[in-house]
């Protein structure tokens, strides 16, 4: 069945760089995504990659799309205090529901 | 920026009680969804809902659930009888076919407590 599989916590310094990994099973994946959710808010869409690319950059997000080993990751460069919160790891075929996976906590060291 | 309103935001009900979670997608979207997360755990599909049927559900959404779309704006997730371990977060989402879960909406979520 759909598995997403990421790491539950990463603690980073204010000012570096963030890498947060994700596996997932389903190689009829047609989107995979990066959600991010604040304490106690709803669900952010930050960003997201069609299956066919193999990389996308946005401002200080860059996600990395490996196909072949079913690797998706999201780097946030800087990272600031604001970017404390749970990254989700999600994907899904073509006009199909969204699998996540468990969400990284993201920690930010002073 | 249009947006999924989902009311009430908290809802806190007694076992055994119906309670009946409201959404409003947005307007020309055609495909809705709920899901929901256990405190601390991840998000779980629940339930897609196309066409005025459900297109799919999952293992959780039991026949102690049913989705609505009475009016043609509101999209209700129906628990019959509440069990303490419905309490959760639900969220609602809403998208157009062909644009994938790329252009799924979600709603800021309706948290459930069941005491």
């Known amino acids: 069945g759909e598995d997403v599989e990421q790491s539950l916590f990463l603690s980073v310094r204010e000012g570096d760089s963030s890498v947060i990994n994700c596996t997932y099973t389903d190689s009829s994946s047609t989107y995979l995504y990066w959600y991010k959710q604040e304490p106690g808010a709803g669900l952010q869409l930050l960003t997201y990659?069609?299956?066919?690319?193999d990389m996308k950059q946005d401002q200080r997000l860059t996600v990395l799309l490996n196909k072949k080993d079913k690797h998706l990751s999201l780097r946030i460069a800087d990272t600031q205090t604001g970017d404390s919160a749970i990254y989700f790891c999600a994907e899904s075929r073509r006009d199909d529901k969204i699998i996540f996976g468990k969400g990284t906590r993201l920690h930010i060291l002073p | 920026e249009p947006e999924v309103t989902q009311t009430p935001s908290h809802q806190v009900t007694q076992m055994g009680q119906e309670v009946i979670l409201r959404c409003v997608p947005i307007?020309?979207?055609?495909?809705f969804y709920w899901y929901r997360q256990i405190l601390g755990q991840k998000v779980e599909f629940l339930v897609s809902?196309?066409?005025?049927?459900?297109?799919?559900k999952s293992e959780i959404f039991d026949d102690q659930f049913s989705v609505e779309r009475p009016d043609g704006s509101n999209f209700t997730l129906k628990i019959r009888s509440t069990k303490l371990e419905d309490s959760a977060m639900y969220f609602c989402?809403?998208?157009?076919?062909?644009?994938?879960?790329?252009?799924?909406?979600f709603g800021q979520g309706t948290r459930l407590t069941v005491v």
């Open positions: 990659i069609f299956s066919n690319m």
């Open positions: 307007s020309n979207h055609l495909y």
């Open positions: 989402a809403s998208r157009n076919p062909g644009t994938g879960g790329a252009g799924a909406f």
């Open positions: 809902f196309y066409n005025n049927e459900i297109s799919e």
